[in-house]
Structures are given as C-alpha cells and as structure tokens.
C-alpha cells in the first residue's frame, strides 16, 4: 500500500502478488491491485480483482463504484449502470457515484436519467466541477446551447484545470458558430493535458471546419500518434488533404478507416472523389457505388457519381443519379445543374430551365449558374432575361470569360454594338477561348413559401423528442406539400409505429404511396384508416381515387358514395364520382354529379371540363362552348381546354375564333398534337392551305401515329393535286388505323 501510495506502482504489484498467494481471501488487496490495473489501463485484470474484492464480501461502495467505472471504460454500460446502482444502494450520499452512473447513462443517450444524476451529485456537492460538465453534456446532446455553456461556464469556475469541462465547453462553442472561442478552450485542456487525443482531433474538427486545414492535418497528426485506433481521425485528416489538394495522401487515409471500418459510406464517397482527383475513374465509379451500396440515401455519393458520368459523356446514367439525388431531396445545387446541363444536352430546354432556375435558388451566389440559365433563356428568345443573367454572372465573377462572350453575342446580335465591344474587350484580357454564364435563381418554396422555416421547427423538435408521432406526421405532410414523397413516406412510416391506431397518418401515408405509384399498398393503408375511422370521408375518397386510377370503377363509386355521405358538400368527391361515371358511360349520373360539383363550388374547373366532354360527345356544342369558357376563365392558361373550345369553335364554324383558340393552345403548350391538328383543320376550312399543310406537318411531328391527322392531310394534298403524296399519306392512315372506312 505504502509502494502504492508513493507511486511505485511495480514494486506494489509484486507485493499484492505475494499477499495475495499467502492470503488468497485477502478483499483489500485485490481491491487495491484492481486500482493499480485500472490506473494502468488493465481493465480485464482490474475486472478481475474487482470480482474477487466484491465475492470476498469487501463492505463498502469502492469495489462496485470502480468496478462500474472500469465497465464504462469497456464499453459494457449496462453492467457499469448495475454496479453503479449497487454503490448507490451502499452509499447513497456519494456525489461522485451518481456523477459517475450519469456518465453511463449520458454515454447510452438515456438523457433524463443521465440528467437527474447530475443534478442529484449537484445536489449531494455543489461544488462537483464533473456533474456541472455532465449537465452540460446533457443540455448540449439536446441541442439546448445556451443551458449546456452556462454548465461548462459553472464547471469551469470550480475547476479552471478540468480538461473534460474544457473540452466539452468547446464542442458548445463550435455548435454556437464560435470557432474562435472553441479553439481557445482546446488551447487551454492541451496545454494542461498535452496528451489528450480528444483535444486534438476536436480541435482538428474546426479547424477543418473554418478552412484551417494545414493546421487540421497537424491536429489529426497528432491525435493518430497519441493513438492510433480511433478512426474518426484518419477519416478527418483524409478530408483535410483531399482540400489541400494532397490526394494521395487522402486516399491512404481513407484506406486505413476503410480498414477498420468497411462500413462507412462517406469516407467511401471520399475516396472516390481523391481517386476521381488522381484521374482513376474507374476506381472512383466503384467507390461510389460501395458508398451507394451501403447507404443508398447517400446523396452526395449520387451527385459526385453523376457528375463523373457527366464528365465522361455518359448522360442517360447521369441523370439517373442526379434524379435520385433530387428525389431524395437533396438541397444541393451542383444536382440540380449538372440536371440542368444534361437536360440542355438532349435538347429537354424546358426540363432545364427549371432545374437551373432551383440550382440558383439553392445557390445564388454560383457564376456558373446564371451563364448556364442565359443560355437556356436564349433558346425561347428571351433576350432580356438572358442578358440579365449574364450581367449577374459578371458581377459574381468578374473573370467569367464566358459570361461576357455570351453578353458580348447577345449585344452584337440586337446592335449594342458599343456594348459588345467592351465584352469582347474584356473577354479577349480574360481568357478568348473562355464562354461562362449562369442561370437565375426561382421559386424554391410552395405552401405559401414558408415551408423550409416549417421544416426546421420539425426537425429541431424531433431533436429533442424522436417518440412524438405527431411530430412525424406533420414533417411527413409538409415534404408531401412539397412532393418529396420519398422524404415523406418516411416520416409517416416513423409516425405510423409510434402511432398504429392513428387513422390520419395511414390517410397521409396512403396518399404518399398513391403520389409513389404505389397503388396496393396505398389501397392497404386507406383499408386500415377507414378500419380505425369509419367516419373518415378523406379516407374514402382517397381510396376511391385510387379505384379510379386502377380501372376499378364500380369500387371507386361505391367509396365516392360513402365520402358523400359522410360529407354531401364536398364538391371534388362528385366530380371523381362522375369520372367513374363517365368512365362506366353511364353519362346522364356522370351529369348529375358535374352539375351537383359545380353547384357547390363554382370555381371548379375540372367538373365544367369534363362535363363540357359530355356535352361535345352528345352533340350540345353550345353547351360545351360554354363548360370551356368557364374552365378559361378560371385557368387562364390551360392548354386542353383551348383545344377543346377551339374544336367546339370550328364545328360551329366560328373559324376565327377557333384559330384564336388553337393558337393560344400551341403558346401554351407546343406540344399539343391536337392544336395543331386543329390549326390545320381550320386553315383548311378557310383554304388556306399553306397554313394548313404547316400546322398538319407539325401536328404529326409531334404525334407520328396520328391517323386522323394523315388522313386529313392526305384530303388536302389531294385537293391541291398532289396526288401521290395524298396517296402516301391514305396508306399511313389506313396502315395506323385499318378500320378507317374513309381513308
């Protein structure tokens, strides 16, 4: 013992060696020798003695309190907790002993429990500088800052020299955005413990996290020499050279985690990207399909994939990633352009304008993305919105050669030619092969453009309660509002656990999977909300829908039946009714229900479209005109409606009107088949017959296996006396479709 005390720690084993062969029942001695091992890092030898200490009834809390803390440091919180409760039992005065037991609770995440044993040791010693850091690790687990570095402040007071308190009240600082703060409170434990790994590979965490990264490597450096198992430092000094640039040294990095870990996608992702860097593109295809393999919610692994496939002209497989990435509701830009760029590639302008215009909104401050969106502009004509992009590219970036040569085209184009000067001036100082731009930031929010504010309350309240299904629900419905189904669908699936005899989160869930395509499953959750609810009219109704879309017609009316029942002023249930209806050809009940949807909400385009259908197959041209009308007038810009009004127009014979129709029905959408074709049915009617030829032209361009079109072009090469192309255009009719009596 006297060896022991004086820190002659060798000589004091070989003495409990000896004490213990004379006197094998001897409880203090293992005790003590347990202490040494444990000092020692001996923990299996230390459990051990212990064992024998305790078996050899040693009175007191000591054995179990140690026992429990060489438990804790092993990893087996549960045993420690059990002789953490046992030195409790035995003295239950002992502030260090609850401090203790919060520690193991703190480590399980139990932290109600870990928080009632801090305060308890508090309680017992109020000057416990370790039960002011634990409460402060509570507070910062739960996200509550503020609460945690009051903790720390506290712990700090009592014990300026706690290097724990310090460390801990640094990782406060890094999560308030103190970087500064937080490297002064890891300056301060490695000076008083130049030897702990923990300092060192959190201090590394932010100076990587402030761009320090030389200075992060040397951390990381020297957390790795201090021990060289702990993974998390390997894969952070991997990341910090791979943004130095020191790709080889990243990849080895990311093998040595790889090594202890072979699960961890991200450093595979990493690795793909350093490897990427080195020019092996086909070793970083392979790790980033094991990153994928391994968590296929990895969405930087998708936009690092895609974009190498973008690179190496593979666009089909690229879009594939970047499609997924979007699903999964990345809010990363670079997914949204690089979409961008391949939609432009195949020529899907459209597609591409819209994803340039998200990737801006995500990242207004990226050059690349206005140049990219000035050209997408371009290609509709839109002169000024594209030299307003490429203004914006130059301001951003003042050396974007490729802006200004864009710009520079665009002035010379419309004869601002003093202006185009001064671009192509500036280009040629730049850089005269250099063409860049980007595209202007959109609409990113829907649901009255609050929706991302609602989405962090959600996700900070599930912080602090992962077991509140209601929580889930409404995160669940705001994706779905924002049609990230797959984000949704797994909302609800955490709330439908928490909350199995809930019947709203079966409905929303159900409407999810029916948004997936996931019909039988929909239709399996919609059976369980109406077996909770049978009151529930929306669970009705969206099983109905789901009827609908499946062919199921007389299932979907009996389901319609019942929400109408449950709820007779829901003018959408009789207007799906009437789709059913319609679809069964029982017209007159199909009439009924367009007529009683309108009754009870007027504003209801779909019922005056499709009643206005019913109408024009039964002959009430006039009727339908006037079902069109009301559809125009309540959406100004639908496509199908001008159609079928400008169809209605030319039966009548009401030829400028139905041109005016069909025209604004082909601004709307050039690719209404059916426009054109009307176009060219009423230049017909007008003998027009350039016009009319050019509208059937573009009518099949867009529809290829348009008999009705072939025949009627067929009629007017006819008439013009092109008799053999008139014939080749009879054949294409009757060969598309052969019960064509007339062609």
């Given amino acids: 013992t006297i060896y022991q005390n004086r820190n002659r720690i060798e000589e004091a084993l070989l003495d409990y060696d000896a004490s213990l062969s004379l006197e094998p029942h001897n409880g203090t001695a293992y005790y003590n020798r347990g202490r040494i091992y444990q000092s020692l890092k001996r923990y299996e030898e230390a459990l051990a003695d ?6 050899h009834d040693l009175q007191g809390a000591a054995a179990y309190t140690n026992r429990g803390d060489v438990y804790r440091a092993l990893g087996r919180l549960e045993k420690a907790l059990t002789d953490y409760d046992e030195a409790i039992r035995r003295y239950p005065t002992s502030a260090t002993i609850y401090n203790n037991r919060g520690v193991a609770f703190l480590a399980l995440n139990q932290l109600p429990e870990a928080m009632a044993d801090f305060n308890e040791a508090v309680r017992l010693n109020p000057r416990l500088a370790n039960a002011y850091a634990g409460r402060g690790a509570v507070n910062g687990s739960l996200g509550q800052w ?55 590979g959190e201090r590394a965490e932010v100076y990587r996290g402030v761009g320090r990264y030389e200075e992060a490597i040397g951390d990381y450096s020297s957390a790795i020499q201090l021990d060289s198992g702990i993974a998390n430092n390997y894969r952070g000094r991997g990341f910090a050279y791979q943004f130095v640039g020191q790709f080889e040294e990243s990849v080895a990095d990311f093998d ?24 092996r593109d ?6 980033y399909e094991e990153a994928l393999r391994l968590n296929p919610q990895l969405v930087p692994a998708y936009i690092g994939r895609g974009t190498l496939l973008f690179a190496m002209g593979k666009l089909t497989e690229a879009l594939a990633d970047f499609d997924e990435a979007i699903q999964l509701g990345t809010q990363e830009a670079a ?10 590639e195949l020529d899907r302008y459209e597609e591409s304008l819209a994803d340039y215009i998200m990737a801006v909104g995500i990242d207004p401050g990226d050059a690349a993305v206005y140049y990219a969106r000035g050209l997408a502009f371009e290609t509709f004509g839109r002169t000024e919105d594209a030299l307003a992009d490429y203004h914006k590219a130059i301001r951003l970036n003042p050396a974007d050669a490729k802006a200004y040569a864009a710009r520079g085209q665009i002035y010379a184009e419309i004869g601002r030619l003093d202006e185009a000067l001064a671009d192509y001036d500036e280009l040629l100082q730049l850089d005269s092969e250099d ?20 989405l962090n309350d959600y996700d900070k309240a599930i912080e602090l309660n992962s077991h509140d299904a209601d929580l889930y629900y409404w995160r669940g419905t705001t994706k779905q509002q924002l049609g990230q189904y797959a984000e949704a669908l797994t909302d609800f699936d955490q709330a439908a656990q928490l909350a199995p005899e809930d019947a709203a989160v079966f409905l929303k869930r159900g409407q999810t999977l029916n948004a997936l395509g996931r019909y039988e499953e929909a239709l399996s959750d919609f059976d369980r909300a109406v077996e909770l609810d049978s009151e529930n009219e929306a669970a009705f109704a969206s099983r109905g829908a789901v009827y609908l879309t499946l062919d199921r017609f007389e299932d979907a009316i009996s389901d319609y039946d019942q929400a109408i029942g449950l709820k007779p002023q829901n003018a959408d249930s009789y207007a799906d009714r009437a789709s059913a209806y319609k679809a069964l050809g029982q017209q007159q009940e199909a009439l009924k229900d367009y007529d009683e949807a309108i009754m009870l909400d007027p504003a209801l385009s779909q019922a005056y479209f499709y009643r206005a259908e019913i109408y024009d197959a039964s002959d009430r041209i006039e009727d339908a005109l006037a079902d069109y009308g009301e559809v125009l007038r309540l959406e100004p810009e639908n496509p199908s409606a001008c159609t079928k009004r400008g169809r209605c127009n030319f039966v009548l014979g009401r030829y400028q009107e139905a041109l005016s129709d069909f025209q604004k029905a082909t601004s709307l959408d050039p690719g209404d088949a059916d426009a054109y074709y009307g176009l060219g049915d009423t230049f017909r009617a007008l003998r027009q017959f350039p016009q009319t030829l050019e509208n059937y032209d573009q009518a099949i361009e867009l529809n290829p296996d348009y008999a009705a079109v072939f025949l009627s072009r067929g009629q007017t090469k006819f008439a013009l006396g092109k008799v053999e192309k008139a014939l080749d255009d009879y054949d294409r009719a009757i060969e598309l479709d052969p019960e064509n009596a007339v062609a």
């Fill in 282 to 287: 086909k070793e970083a295809l392979e790790n």
């Fill in 50 to 55: 212990y064992d024998e200490a305790i078996a």
């Fill in 335 to 344: 997914a949204f352009y690089y979409r961008g760029r391949i939609y432009y």
């Fill in 146 to 200: 503020p609460d945690a570095l009051a903790e720390y402040n506290e712990a700090l007071r009592l014990s300026p020299e706690n290097v724990g308190a310090l460390v801990g009240r640094g990782a406060v600082f890094v999560a308030l955005g103190n970087s500064e703060e937080a490297i002064a409170d890891y300056d301060e434990a490695l000076r008083r413990d130049p030897g702990n790994t923990t300092a060192y």
């Fill in 256 to 279: 040595e985690v790889i090594l202890h870990n072979p699960e961890d996608a991200k450093v595979f992702m990493g690795r793909g990207e350093s490897v990427r860097s080195l020019g």
């Fill in 435 to 454: 063409v860049s731009s980007l595209f202007q930031r959109g609409r990113i929010y829907q649901d009255l453009g609050r929706s991302s504010e609602a």
